[in-house]
Nanobody, 118 residues
Framework: VQLQASGGGLVQSGGSLRLSCVAS????????MGWYRQAPGKQREFVAG???????NYSDSVKDRFSISRDNARNAVYLQMNSLKLEDTAVYYC?????????????WGQGTLVTVSS
């Protein structure tokens, strides 16, 4: 399984970015797709996730500013980030969970850097 993330970059505070992630490989049983982030000197944290049925949830820090969506036909997940703040600066990682049977597997993308400047 491979996850290819893109869309990171440098943006001013208050601006917007859209992250994309496309999964490929053995994806039978693909269920949860989402995003995590890791800021310098901090632990990786959950940002947003969406199930195959479309149920989504967000961390409190991004709720009302970020929006997650997915395209099941393309095995893709997107993160629309609006009203970006300095504290949103981090490497953003795409994450998926695959449940082909009774076992669950999770995979991570390579990360895409988002830098918010003042």
């Amino acid at each position: 399984v491979q996850l290819q993330a893109s869309g990171g970059g440098l943006v001013q505070s208050g601006g917007s970015l859209r992250l994309s992630c496309v999964a490929s490989g053995m994806l039978a049983g693909l269920n949860l797709m989402g995003w995590y982030r890791q800021a310098p000197g901090k632990q990786r944290e959950f940002v947003a996730g969406v199930t195959i049925s479309g149920y989504s949830n967000y961390s409190d820090s991004v709720k009302d500013r970020f929006s997650i969506s997915r395209d099941n036909a393309r095995n893709a997940v997107y993160l629309q980030m609006n009203s970006l703040k300095l504290e949103d600066t981090a490497v953003y990682y795409c994450h998926i969970k695959v449940t082909p049977g009774t076992r669950e597997f999770e995979y991570w993308g390579q990360g895409t850097l988002v830098t918010v400047s003042s």
